[in-house]
C-alpha cells in the first residue's frame, strides 16, 4: 500500500463545474495535509493546508479533512481552464519533518 | 508567502560533467532545505534532506557521493551532480519549510532546475 495515494486521473470537468479531488493516507499518525499545484514543467506551488477534521475554505477552494477515515479531499468550485493541471496531495507524518507526496491527479478543465 | 529561489532553471551538460544547482530561501532562515527529483509524469521523490551546518540525510537508494549536497548557510542549500549522466537527466526541485506556527511549517519549492545531460 502506498503511504499516500491519489487517482491519476485525468479528471475532466467542464468549466463552471466543482472537480473534486480525493486522497487516503496510511500513516494513522500523520498531523499536516497539503494541496499543491503543479503546472506541466513547472515546481508545485502551495494551495491549502488543512490540520484539523472538518473543511476549510479559501476562495474557490475548499479542503476537508477527515483522519478517522484517513482521507483529505479538495473541492475546486467554479472550474476554470487555468485550473488545469497536475494536484499533488502531502502528507507531514507524524515523526521526522518530511512530507510524502502522492502521485498526483492530473485535471483538465474544458471551456 | 515564503519564497524560495533556484538556479539554474536549465542546464545542459556533457555526460562526464559535475552540475551545481543552487537553492535559496530569500524571507526566512531555512535550517532544513529538501531536494526532490522528479521523473515526467511522475510525483516528486525526495532524494535528501540538507541540514544547515552539518550532513545531508539521504533517502534509501540515493547515492550521497554521486549527489553531493552542502547547506552552508541559513539560506543557501547546494546540490551537485557529480560524473553526471545521460540517467541523471530530471527535473530537480528543491524546498524549505517556513513556519507561520509551531509545528505546521508549509513546504515551499523553488522554480527547480531541470537537467539534461547529453
Known amino acids: 500500500q502506498k503511504e499516500v495515494e491519489q487517482n491519476s486521473g485525468p479528471l475532466s470537468v467542464p468549466e463552471g463545474a466543482i472537480a473534486s479531488l480525493n486522497c487516503t493516507y496510511s500513516d494513522r499518525g500523520s498531523q499536516s495535509f497539503f494541496w499543491y499545484r503543479q503546472y506541466s514543467g513547472k515546481s508545485p506551488e502551495l494551495i491549502m493546508s488543512i490540520y484539523s477534521n472538518g473543511d476549510k475554505e479559501d476562495g474557490r477552494f475548499t479542503a476537508q479533512l477527515n483522519k478517522a477515515s484517513q482521507y483529505v479531499s479538495l473541492l475546486i468550485r467554479d472550474s476554470q481552464p487555468s485550473d488545469s493541471a497536475t494536484y499533488l496531495c502531502?502528507?507531514?507524518?507524524?515523526?521526522?519533518?518530511?512530507?510524502?507526496f502522492g502521485g498526483g491527479t492530473r485535471v483538465l478543465v474544458k471551456p | 508567502g515564503a519564497v524560495v529561489s533556484q538556479h539554474p532553471s536549465r542546464v545542459i551538460c556533457k555526460s562526464g560533467t559535475s552540475v551545481k544547482i543552487e537553492c535559496r530561501s530569500l524571507?526566512?532562515?531555512?535550517?532544513?532545505m529538501f531536494w526532490y527529483r522528479q521523473f515526467p509524469k511522475k510525483s516528486l521523490m525526495l532524494m535528501a534532506t540538507?541540514?544547515?551546518?552539518?550532513?545531508?540525510?539521504?533517502e534509501q537508494g540515493v547515492e550521497k557521493d554521486k549527489f553531493l549536497i552542502n547547506h552552508a548557510s541559513l539560506t543557501l542549500s547546494t546540490l551537485t551532480v557529480t560524473s553526471a549522466h545521460p540517467e541523471d537527466s530530471s527535473f530537480y526541485i528543491c524546498?524549505?519549510?517556513?513556519?507561520?506556527?509551531?509545528?505546521?511549517?508549509?513546504?515551499?519549492f523553488g522554480e527547480g532546475s531541470r537537467l539534461t545531460v547529453l
Open positions: 502531502a502528507v507531514n507524518k507524524a515523526a521526522g519533518n518530511k512530507l510524502t
Open positions: 540538507s541540514n544547515e551546518g552539518s550532513k545531508a540525510t539521504y
Open positions: 524546498s524549505a519549510r517556513g513556519w507561520r506556527r509551531a509545528g505546521t511549517g508549509e513546504l515551499f
Open positions: 524571507d526566512f532562515q531555512a535550517t532544513t
